[in-house]
């Protein structure tokens, strides 16, 4: 089992940045990718971001440019810096870690605002 612990939400006006953090823990040597979705009211949850434990990243197109995904392997925490916000990315943010065995793990979720 993998334990996803996220810190790092929170409300911002357009334009600005917020860095999102989120902390593994249990069976670290399972996970081969770990990454961000998100989910707005009334909307399915979506890919941000993903990054392989080869260092691989793939992003929506959404987030191109704006978007960074990285990760510390020494403190087992992947991180999503997000900058030039818009109000259309707010939405609960999740953590998710993908083990090799295609098993997926999310964390409880982070709330994301951006004022207009």
């Known amino acids: 089992q993998v334990q996803l612990v996220e810190s790092g939400g929170g409300l911002v006006q357009a334009g600005g940045s917020l860095r999102l953090s989120c902390a593994a823990s249990?069976?670290?040597?399972?996970?081969?990718?770990m990454g961000w979705y998100r989910q707005a009211p009334g909307k399915q949850r979506e890919l941000v971001a993903t990054?392989?434990?080869?260092?691989?990243?793939d992003y929506a197109d959404s987030v191109k440019g704006r978007f960074t995904v990285f990760r510390d392997y020494a403190k087992n925490t992947v991180y999503l810096q997000m900058n030039s916000l818009k109000p259309e990315d707010t939405a609960v943010y999740y953590c998710?870690?993908?083990?090799?065995?295609?098993?997926?793990?999310w964390g409880q979720g982070t709330q994301v605002t951006v004022s207009s």
């Open positions: 998710n870690a993908q083990s090799y065995f295609r098993k997926d793990y």
């Open positions: 249990g069976s670290i040597f399972s996970i081969n990718a």
């Open positions: 990054i392989t434990n080869g260092g691989f990243a």
